[in-house]
């Protein structure tokens, strides 16, 4: 309303589709498909139909209001308010009868409780019966989706994540908005429902019901953070039911899709709800196309006070006085260096790895240790059946294929996938379980997979280490390598991603046992190079980022490994005139 205020309405004398439609077949047993009801938009003729005609028509638009009649509440029904709604000269009432998307309820002929315009709506109908349309047609009129959302369905949702992200843009409509950064959309074109959680920003949660003890039967309410309920009520006001764009990037643990959402006129999510002061930048965006800008109305709310950043301070120069005098008590000349802010570990970004393969670039492939078990269980299940069943050998293999190849170094059978084939019989495969490639010549070192073992997506995912790149001489981009194999050892690991860029994940690497950050440990011996190249210098400092420049500073100032005669390596001094380090 003009006033800010949210009344709901009825159209008048206008009946919905329903659950009786789907029963007019089966009289017999009216009850039959009642109970099984549990999405009615999709599953009652023509609700759909009809729901989508009113929001494309609705939505975002200024409409004429004529309240006709007020339906008194009684018993458990609440008091209703009924009334004719214009969208310029069209009755939508009126409009959806005529479609065959809803029907005309029949008032006793002593009620005045009617639309003011009753006479129109039952010619509206007999029209449309006539026409056999909707609700009169012979169809069933439901819309036929496939749901991706909630525990039962994240495995399959895990399977459509590739699919997905090689679709880029594609065109959805917001159902359902359950706090400010997470949606449920509906993607049109495949008439897929899936979760959605918005990339690069870090919104405050809305109130929410959670099992206690694991019992779904028994629940309490968690109440929201600060401003949560004001970004939830924003995401709804701007996005509920609106047409929308959305590009997948990644998907969580639990099943939701993660990526960019943008409405029909090109205004990105994220940067509203941060313009908005109802949500932060977070460090995953990082390389995005839209992080300046991010970072800018970040920046503005922060200074205005807006939104979470009401009660934010600045830190003051007396601050900053009294840290030092903390890290020098003595009042020496000494400068005082801040140790970075502790990192929690029980964040829900921080995966455990086994770390299955390092290249010489520092790409690293893991498997994730929650999927360890079934990796295992393949295994022991390949090794069986060709112990059993000798291989045939002579397979002739394609590019792009999925089949069984006998790794040189243990002799043992693992799922590859074909990436080039060579005129001298020279195989590259990639063993897409483990991450590491070789080139096979030997044809008997091939066979078909069995059947069954081609359903489990490959478990080996490939990372780039943040903020840092391999040297440019290849001696030292092999030490690198088995210097980091060696910290890593056969130890399980934690890992965060911390932006994406160029469709990579750019990650921190920390041991399980201990928290000890094992880039770091790199930088400070002096085996990588930070800030520069692939994965470079942050458009602001990170905790990370700063932390392992300390580390490098160290690894120079003590002319250790990279910096042992120089504090540029070939790369950096180039355009100086300098070709090397020695």
């Known amino acids: 309303l003009r006033d800010n205020k949210v009344r709901k309405i009825y159209l008048s004398s206008v009946r919905a589709p329903r659950a009786a439609d789907l029963q007019k077949n089966d009289e017999n047993n009216p009850n039959a498909n009642r109970q099984q009801i549990k999405r009615p938009l999709y599953e009652i003729p023509y609700l759909f139909e009809a729901r989508e005609l009113l929001r494309k028509r609705l939505i975002g638009k200024t409409v ?58 039952l010619t509206a109908e007999q029209q449309a019966e006539k026409r056999a349309v909707g609700l009169f047609s012979n169809g069933n009129g439901l819309q036929r989706i496939v749901d991706m959302t909630g525990d039962s369905n994240k495995e399959r949702a895990k399977g459509l994540l590739n699919v997905l992200q090689q679709k880029g843009r594609m065109e959805g409509v917001v159902e359902f908005v359950a706090s400010g950064s997470r949606f449920r959309v509906h993607l049109l074109k495949d008439n897929w429902i899936i979760s ?25 309410v968690e109440p929201a953070e600060p401003f949560g309920a004001e970004a939830l009520t924003f995401s709804k006001e701007h996005f509920l039911q609106r047409d929308v764009f959305v590009e997948i990037e990644s998907m969580d643990r639990g099943g939701s899709f993660i990526g960019r959402l943008s409405t029909a006129d090109g205004h990105s999510a994220a940067l509203m709800l941060v313009q908005a002061g109802l949500a932060k930048v977070h460090d995953s965006a990082y390389g995005t196309p839209l992080y300046k800008q991010l970072l800018e109305a970040e920046d503005k709310c922060r200074k205005e006070r807006v939104g979470v950043w009401t009660n934010y301070e600045e830190p003051t120069p007396k601050d900053d006085e009294d840290n030092e005098g903390e890290n020098n008590p003595e009042g020496g000349q000494e400068e ?53 069943t000798k291989p ?65 997506p490959a478990q080996a995912h490939e990372c780039d280490i943040a903020y840092v790149r391999p040297p440019p001489d290849e001696d030292d981009r ?64 990170t905790p990370l980022y ?37």
Request: aromatic share 8%; with cysteine; charged share 25%.
């Open 196 to 220: 959605f959680i918005l990339s690069s920003i870090s919104c405050p949660r809305g109130e929410r019901r959670v099992p206690v003890g694991g019992n779904s039967q028994q629940q309490k």
């Open 478 to 541: 092999e030490e690198a390598k088995n210097a980091l194999l060696g910290e890593i050892g056969n130890d399980e690991c934690l890992m965060r991603v911390e932006y994406r860029q160029n469709n990579s994940e750019h990650v921190s690497l920390y041991r399980a046992s201990n928290k000890e950050n094992i880039i770091k440990t790199l930088a400070e011996q002096g085996l990588i190079v930070v800030g520069q190249g692939r994965g470079g210098r942050p458009a602001r400092p």
């Open 392 to 456: 045939v050998g002579g397979h002739v293999v394609k590019k792009g294929e999925l089949l069984a190849a006998r790794y040189t170094a243990d002799n043992e059978w693992y799922r590859a996938r074909v990436e080039k084939i060579e005129n001298n019989n020279r195989v590259s495969v990639y063993f897409i379980d483990y991450g590491n490639r070789e080139v096979i010549s030997d044809s008997s070192r091939f066979t078909t997979l069995p059947p069954g073992f081609s359903q489990l």
């Open 546 to 582: 700063d932390e392992l420049q300390q580390a490098q500073a160290k690894a120079k100032s003590s002319r250790v490994g990279l910096w042992q005669y120089s504090d540029q390596i070939e790369d950096d001094a180039t355009e100086f005139g300098f070709n090397g380090r020695k």
């Open 64 to 121: 004429r209001v004529v309240t006709d009649y007020v339906q008194a509440a009684s018993n458990d029904f609440p008091e209703k308010i009924c009334c004719t709604v214009y969208a310029g000269n069209v009755n939508l009432g009126e409009a959806l009868i005529s479609k065959g998307l809803a029907k005309t309820v029949r008032h006793r002929q002593d009620d005045e409780q009617r639309s003011s315009h009753y006479d129109d709506l």
């Open 336 to 388: 005082a260096v801040l140790g970075p802010a502790p990192i929690n570990f029980n964040d829900s970004r921080f995966r455990r790895v086994v770390v299955t393969h390092v290249t010489s670039d520092l790409k690293l492939y893991v498997q994730y240790s929650e999927q360890g078990p079934k990796v295992e269980q393949l295994q022991s299940e390949l090794r069986d059946i060709f112990s059993q």
